[in-house]
């Protein structure tokens, strides 16, 4: 079984300042690794995945993030940060090995752009 | 190419009657998912189909709620005698399978309340 903990529940941040969103995972397999954004009343959309290959992945709306297998972390990451990029982000991870193919999210975070 | 496409986008109904939610995947999209997200949380994986077979069911599915995906196409989920605790956001994704990776496409879901 996999669990996902996002330690911020809310991050206020004013516009073009840069921004860090937590998310560290528990797993007993390898696992794929996901950001969504959902907005006010919408779906989920993603944002970026990691499959494999360079730990740093680019997604995007100029968001990037970073796997750290030793850390067990995928933190979310923008440079500058927009009004529009206020929204609810949920990182998520499903298993890498087997048929399972759910995803398995955080509890998400709030982030909050103002002026 | 359209995403993925649920209906209605709201429900109002009373306790103990039977609702019916609609998913429209992606075309050619094999592989079909039911969440339900609940205020302030992430979504929770309820079961999925690979075409129109279902592979794997929540704990969270009680008996009240059932699925199909007859065609391999659209899936329906229905809840019998529905609950206030059925309040929720019930979300569909879709995924092609290509090797084991796993990229699920979110729609706009269906908000039910349930008075």
């Known amino acids: 079984a996999q669990s996902v903990t996002q330690l911020d529940s809310q991050v206020p941040v004013f516009e073009e300042a840069p921004v860090e969103l937590r998310c560290n995972y528990s797993?007993?397999?390898?696992?794929?690794l996901f950001w969504y954004v959902q907005y006010p009343n919408q779906g989920l959309q993603l944002l970026l995945k990691?499959?494999?290959?360079?730990?740093l992945v680019k997604g995007i709306n100029g968001f990037e993030a970073e796997f750290n297998k030793s850390q067990t972390s995928f933190h979310l990451r923008k440079p500058s940060v927009h009004i529009s990029d206020t929204a609810e982000y949920f990182c998520?991870?499903?298993?890498?090995?087997?048929?399972?193919?759910?995803?398995?999210f955080g509890t998400g975070t709030r982030l909050q752009v103002t002026l | 190419d359209t995403g993925v496409s649920q209906d209605p986008r709201h429900k109002i109904t009373k306790r103990g009657q039977n609702v019916t939610f609609r998913c429209d995947p992606i075309?050619?999209?094999?592989?079909l998912y039911w969440y339900r997200q609940t205020l302030g949380q992430g979504p929770e994986f309820l079961t999925y189909?690979?075409?129109?077979?279902?592979?794997?069911k929540s704990r969270l599915l009680s008996d009240r709620f059932s699925a199909e995906r007859p065609k391999g196409s659209f899936s329906t989920l229905e809840i019998q005698r529905t609950e206030q605790g059925d309040s929720a956001m019930y979300l569909c994704?879709?995924?092609?399978?290509?090797?084991?990776?796993?990229?699920?496409?979110f729609g706009a879901g269906t908000r039910l309340s349930v008075l």
């Open positions: 990691y499959l494999s290959g360079s730990t």
């Open positions: 994704a879709s995924s092609l399978t290509s090797g084991r990776k796993n990229i699920q496409y």
């Open positions: 797993s007993s397999v390898s696992v794929y």
């Open positions: 189909f690979q075409n129109e077979a279902q592979l794997e």
């Open positions: 075309s050619e999209h094999n592989r």
């Open positions: 998520a991870v499903s298993e890498r090995t087997g048929t399972a193919s759910k995803l398995t």
